[in-house]
């Protein structure tokens, strides 16, 4: 089957229709085509990486607070969600499930050892206990 873009759109011969609603826009039928770019616009050179803009920070002495402001706040930041990982896994390897999935499955899907995996389970279970109580 021929292809009737490149008929409606080829600027050597005259507009073939390529069907209805084509030409729209239009008033010979003629679809008009994107501006061709002759050159590629020149990048700026990348801005060197940066970290919360600690390398700006000239004083050392508030170097070492920001810095450790941030360490504690991801700190934070990866035990909340190892918390979260654990609450998933046990979830998820709820017997009351329908589709619940092994330890191993749980290892698999989460990049861990089977143990860890298990560990994790249980610490999950015990971070939802408290919530089952309260239903």
Known sequence: MPDSHAQASDPSG?????????????????????????FEPQADEP?????????????PAELLRRSTELALAFRAAAERATDFQAVAAAQLADPRRFDALSE???????DWTPDYAAKMV??????LSPRRHED
């Open 14 to 38: 005259p507009a073939a229709p390529a069907g209805p609603g084509t030409g729209a826009g239009t008033a010979s039928g003629r679809r008009q085509r994107p501006a061709q770019l002759l």
């Open 104 to 110: 191993a499955e749980i290892a698999d899907r989460a």
């Open 47 to 59: 801005e060197p990486e940066r970290f919360f803009d600690l390398e700006s920070i000239d004083d």
């Open 122 to 127: 249980e610490y999950g279970r015990t971070l």
